[in-house]
């Protein structure tokens, strides 16, 4: 067998937990043919509708794409969207044992408007206020603590779960168990990390999260402000996206750099829930790092071809050449 199937193979065997905000991401298609008489915008006929499985959900259908079995610990609203979560969780059979509901609270449905596979249009309706039930970080040290994990993922959307207590806590309880954890982080909890074993921020990220501005292309900035972070998070490692400019990673013994792969660029939304799911699972085989970095540039490339969020498939990791 190939490398990149052995490298699957031992996927199946991983069970992954994922902590972290989860919606549904809704889409309508349609078609344009006029512009409004009203305003100068284009005028949509929807001609079909979908909901997906968002967030920390679509990182779960990641990890059950590669063929592990993924746990998400994740929160929704008691509204009509919530009720769909579950139900479309139901229908991955994703188990839902994991999913809190919160009273009174609108759960996050982001709704993608796209004619000639393009957006047009992005709705939000969320709600973003921190989540401050101590039940919550109880059940989740709880099932940490008490279950079987090779792998822990932090997906952070903001969203209102990923409190720094919620996450001093899961790290606490995963560092005792001996737990390897990957962190997809937002700006608000950006140093809230502390001794996580990768950290995966996106450029853009970076930038936000340590108020720092620099040239991606300058080998000198990207080392220097990445050991900072690592540094300053006692990381293990950071794992870059750099979009067009492809992925960089750095540990305390190592500095790897790959270019981006040419791809016919459709979508690039839930790129950064594959590359996170391929790293979390080369994370719990022991991969080495650059080989770890290779995969996920590749994977990460791959779901920009499709459009909307949507999982990697095993299929489309079979297809590629490690070398």
């Known amino acids: ?22 919606m549904i991401d809704a889409y309508m298609w349609g078609e344009v043919n006029r512009m409004s008489p009203e305003a100068p915008v284009p005028i949509v006929e929807i001609n079909k509708r979908e909901s997906r499985l968002g967030g920390a959900a679509n990182v779960a259908l990641n990890i059950q794409s590669l063929g592990a079995t993924p746990v998400l610990f994740s929160s929704i609203g008691s509204d009509y969207y919530g009720d769909l979560f579950l139900k479309l969780m139901e ?52 099932r940490i603590l008490t279950d079987t994990f090779d792998v822990i993922i932090f997906e952070d959307y903001n969203k209102g779960l990923l409190s720094e207590k919620l996450i001093k806590t899961a790290i606490q309880s995963a560092t005792e168990k001996g737990i390897p954890t990957i962190v997809d982080p937002k700006k608000n909890n950006f140093f809230a990390y502390k001794g996580v074993d ?36 006692k990381a293990k490692g950071v794992l870059l996206t750099l979009s067009e400019y492809g992925v960089y990673f750095q540990n305390k013994e190592n500095i790897f750099r790959e270019k981006a792969h040419k791809r016919t660029i459709v979508d690039v939304s839930g790129a950064g829930d594959t590359v996170v799911s391929v790293a979390a699972l080369a994370l719990a085989c022991k991969l080495e790092s650059e080989l ?22 095993k299929d489309d990791l079979l297809n590629i050449n490690l070398q």
């Open 1 to 22: 067998m190939s490398s990149i199937e052995n490298i699957l193979n031992q996927f199946e065997s991983k069970r992954v937990l994922v902590i972290g905000d989860s």
């Open 91 to 142: 229908e991955q059979n994703l188990s839902t044992e994991g999913i809190q509901r919160i009273s009174n609270r609108n759960t996050t449905v982001k709704t993608r408007i796209i004619s000639d596979n393009k957006h047009l249009l992005r709705i939000d309706e969320e709600e973003v206020s921190m989540i401050r039930d101590e039940k919550i970080i109880e059940n989740l040290k709880n």
């Open 198 to 233: 990768i950290f995966k921020p996106n450029l853009k990220e970076i930038k936000e999260g340590m108020n720092v501005e620099f040239d991606v292309q300058s080998e000198s900035d990207l080392s220097k402000y990445v050991e900072i972070l690592r540094t300053k998070l």
């Open 292 to 313: 770890l970095m290779r995969i996920d540039n590749l994977a990460g490339g791959l779901v920009c071809e499709k459009v909307g969020v949507v999982p990697i498939l």
